[in-house]
């Protein structure tokens, strides 16, 4: 039986919010999540984080910004 090993490797399957930092439940974004690509990076952005987050695209500012 295969162990999932260290916690790192759990942390880079999880979906973490490049915000505030909660965890995801599972292994992928929720439907409710907002997922973004900067530099090349997918990063996900929790409920919360998305409508703060969505103004700031909207705005057209990078996430340096915030
Ligand atoms: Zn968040």
């Not at 942390?11 to 919010?17: D, M, Q």
């Not at 292994?27 to 703060?52: I, K, Y």
């Amino acid at each position: 039986m295969d162990q999932p090993g260290s916690p790192e490797q759990a942390a880079a399957g999880s979906v973490v919010c490049a915000r505030c930092g909660i965890t995801a439940e599972g292994d992928t974004a929720p439907v409710t999540w907002l997922s973004s690509v900067e530099d090349g990076r997918r990063l996900h952005f929790c409920e919360s984080c998305a409508r703060l987050h969505i103004r700031a695209i909207e705005s057209r500012l990078d996430s340096l910004w915030w």
